[in-house]
């Protein structure tokens, strides 16, 4: 099917996050060269100016404190339903560079003749201080942001696991993701342009280059799945492995 014919659907979870960020991030993908719907899901605080923003705005009613999983696999399985041919995940807080999505669809046909025929396309990222300005810092080995996701018809069936996941694992819930992608041995492309502006708020990102991270940035969350299994019984182990996929790695 020719690109600029196929239905695109961009997700964004949100919180609390200002009118201007929000307006960021809808206007990244308003300004996308090839049309993309905008699928906005409140997490417990929606804001109504959204009703009038042109985008597809969902209010869940309450906060689930699970990093954006849950309005993510809501909103992702909405648009599935609803035929859309690829659909990514965008935070609130970050934003796109306008060839975003037809720089991800042409790294699908290249790799594999059709979109069709690819399941994901993993994006690369644009690292960002919190003044906007662009930071020297590479992709993380062997871990894809939950931003870079963009994902074809063959790997919809993966959304639900972003719902049915534990919430005390949500801190990690893109590294969860990623292997399950990689326990599914689905097919997938990496777009070698970099698309996705990342707000980077944690301040281990700004030590890492020498400098005193920002008034309000964030330290790690990640928990300690090692330990937190430690504490569940077998028959446990075995619900919160299907909860997620199968994809259990705490080694």
Not at 146 to 156: D, E, I, Q, Y
Not at 220 to 232: I, P, Y
Request: charge should be negative; include cysteine.
């Amino acid at each position: 099917m020719e690109k600029s014919k196929l239905k695109c659907a961009a997700i964004t979870p949100y919180y609390k996050e200002t009118v201007a960020q929000l307006e960021k991030c809808l206007e990244s993908v308003r300004s996308q060269s090839i049309k993309t719907d905008h699928f906005l899901v409140s997490d417990g605080f929606p804001q109504n100016w959204l009703d009038d923003a042109g985008v597809r705005h969902i209010r869940l009613g309450v906060g689930h404190a699970d990093f954006g999983n849950t309005p993510r696999g809501l909103g992702a399985l909405l648009a599935a339903s609803e035929q859309y041919d690829v659909i990514f995940f965008l935070d609130a807080d970050n934003w796109l560079e306008p060839e975003h999505v037809s720089a991800c669809i042409d790294a699908a046909v290249e790799r594999f003749g059709t979109t069709l025929d690819c399941d994901i396309v993993f994006a690369k990222r644009i690292f960002r201080r919190i003044d906007g300005t662009i930071m020297p810092i590479q992709e993380e080995p062997n871990h894809i942001d939950t931003n870079c996701f963009v994902f074809f018809p063959g790997a919809f069936y993966l959304f639900s696991f972003w719902i049915t996941m534990p919430n005390f694992m949500s801190s990690v819930g893109d590294r969860l993701f990623y292997a399950l992608v990689k326990s599914r041995n689905l097919r997938t492309a990496d777009c070698d342009f970099r698309t996705v502006n990342y707000l980077n708020t944690w301040a281990a990102g700004y030590r890492a280059l020498g400098e005193d991270p920002p008034s309000g940035a964030k330290e790690s969350a990640f928990v300690n799945l090692q330990e937190a299994f430690g504490r569940f019984s077998p028959r446990e182990l075995e619900i919160v492995s299907r909860m997620i996929g199968g994809a259990v790695d705490i080694s």
